[in-house]
């Protein structure tokens, strides 16, 4: 008996009809694995599904290179984006939220490397956070160069995420030591627009920077469009001969706690924000909201080595330590902390799907 060739057209209809359904559907599980956090799953859908089609989209390739980094697989994930920008230099969205993916790859390569290099993370915790036994790795010289380079480049042409690109841009600069660069990034990116999350989280970092290099005598002058965006008052600092204004220590802490504060209520979610929040309440003495959201930060990341080193400051600071402070120290202590998972608790990877 033989197959009629209508019968086999159509069969071989179906059987691609039925691929692309089991495409869609693992690509549908692949993202909800990745929201959830289980990157693991993610990549293991991913991987199959590449097996599977020759012909990948966009979605599927940027999806696999964030997977890739979230695991901290950065020479796979470099090697992706690398890709991926080359496949759609001509595709604007597409491009764009390649070149920004694969500077936060290179970002967080290097802050994994090389620790937070923030005047706030080394005065609380007196060196590099994920430094093994005062090893200094090569690229702490040129750390963070090329995502800045990347980011830079990709400035100009951002159509869709230009706010996003100066927030991180806006880090890195902080990073780098470069505080003026920083603030007028942060300045241009709230500008733009005001709801992203980060953005008010990096400008809490930056004026808790400001704070501690004031406790240490070393006065960073804001200049005009920066204390009116911020709503600072002449009062509220010393005016220079230069227009610059040196800004009051309570006035500093002031506004790094309202940065934070509009951020976790955008954002309850984001640990590196709660951690800000907890360093804001500890300066200013107020100990019944700093035990709400230390608490907040160690239900979301119990083994993280950035707490643990914020709850040691805490306790080294205080004359004092109340025994809900001891009482989190000792389950951090017990716990196995991932030093190399840090960086994602200093700034989250945003990354562009």
Known sequence: ?????RRTTHDKKLSRSAERSTSRSSLV???LSYQRGDVAKALQLLKRLRLQNQKSAFKEDNLYGCSLGLSLDFPKAIKEFEKLSRKHRTSGLFYEKARFNLGLIHFFRDLSE????????????G??????NG???SRMNNAFEDAVALWEELLPDSKHYTNIVLTYLAFAALQQGDLQKALDYIVESLTKSKNFHLAYYVAGRLFLDFYFLTEDQIHFTLDTKSTTFFGIEKEEGEVQADGRIQVDYDTLIRVAYECFFEGFQMNPNAPEICLGLVTCCFLTGNQEDLFQYL???????????????LVYWLVRESLA?????????????????????????????????
Not at 1 to 5: A, E, F, I, Q
Request: proline residues 10%; hydrophobic residues 45%; glycine residues 4%.
């Open 1 to 5: 008996m033989t197959t009629s060739p």
């Open 29 to 31: 599980l692949a993202e």
């Open 114 to 125: 090389v620790g937070d290099l923030t005047i706030t993370r080394q005065a609380i915790n």
């Open 127 to 132: 060196n590099n956070l994920f430094e093994p």
């Open 135 to 137: 090893f200094k790795p």
């Open 295 to 309: 608490a907040i930060a160690e239900s979301m990341i119990p083994e993280s080595k950035v707490l643990l080193d």
């Open 321 to 353: 330590p109340p025994g809900e402070m001891n009482a989190v120290l000792r389950r951090l202590n017990e716990a196995k902390i991932h030093p190399e998972k840090g960086a994602f608790h200093v700034i989250s990877p945003y990354f562009l799907l």
